[in-house]
């Protein structure tokens, strides 16, 4: 079975902090997603890259930036945390378009206090 | 748009019963439809999916079903049980888009 796996369940970090969220998944998947759901709004797409070093922006980025530098690993980066960014961070990924069913990692609950 | 947690649709049904959920979509060049699970605080599971070129397809205790002349689709699960109850999401794509759309969750709530 895919794995993927999200590095912490609870987070807790402080106003302006600089907060890393890792996501590694073990199939060689080329496409990663991260999203956020919150109450009310359901599951918005803040970045996605389709392979290594690529990126795209989703629905929601401001706030938010990524990195792939392997193809295993996506992680997302509150450059400046806000109170507005507490928030379940769930992370994705396929193989491919071809197969377009994503495979979820257990998600990130951040608390920015 | 889509809604989870406290807004949600709730359906309640009792230990043993058959339950559906039911989907409305949007894009008819949709070709690729799946159902997620999720847990209270956890991560969305995989359920099941169909592609367009299907009108039913089975898995255990789990029935989706497409009508694409109405675009809907609907999740059914036999003899549902406590472990049932969660949030389950749809979601569709088609090949020009690369990503899922998920619809409006609905909350599924299991009653002895």
């Known amino acids: 079975d895919v794995k993927v796996t999200q590095s912490s369940r609870y987070l807790v970090k402080r106003t302006g902090e600089k907060v890393f969220l890792e996501c590694v998944q073990d199939m060689d998947h080329e496409n990663m997603f991260w999203y956020r759901q919150d109450p009310g709004l359901g599951l918005r797409l803040i970045y996605f890259s389709y392979d290594v070093k690529m990126k795209e922006k989703g629905d929601i980025p401001e706030g938010y930036s990524v990195s792939r530098e392997k193809k295993e690993r996506f992680s997302l980066i509150l450059e400046s945390a806000s109170t507005n960014q507490t928030s379940m961070y769930l992370c994705?990924?396929?193989?491919?378009?071809?197969?377009?069913?994503?495979?979820f990692g257990s998600g990130t609950r951040l608390t920015v206090v | 748009g889509e809604s989870v947690g406290l807004h949600l649709p709730t359906l309640s049904v009792q230990e043993g019963d058959n339950s559906i959920i039911n989907c409305a979509y949007s894009?008819?060049?949709?070709?690729?439809f799946i159902w997620y699970k999720q847990e209270s605080g956890k991560g969305p599971q995989f359920i099941i999916d169909?592609?367009?070129?299907?009108d039913k397809r089975q898995g255990q205790r789990v029935t989706v079903l497409l009508n694409k002349t109405v675009k809907h689709l609907s999740l059914q699960i036999a003899a549902t049980q406590p472990g049932d109850s969660a949030v389950y999401f749809c979601?569709?794509?088609?090949?020009?888009?690369?990503?899922?759309?998920f619809g409006t969750g609905t909350r599924l709530q299991v009653f002895p």
């Open positions: 994705a990924s396929r193989p491919g378009p071809e197969r377009p069913g994503y495979t």
């Open positions: 894009n008819s060049a949709s070709d690729y």
């Open positions: 169909i592609r367009s070129n299907m």
């Open positions: 979601a569709e794509s088609h090949h020009n888009t690369d990503k899922l759309i």
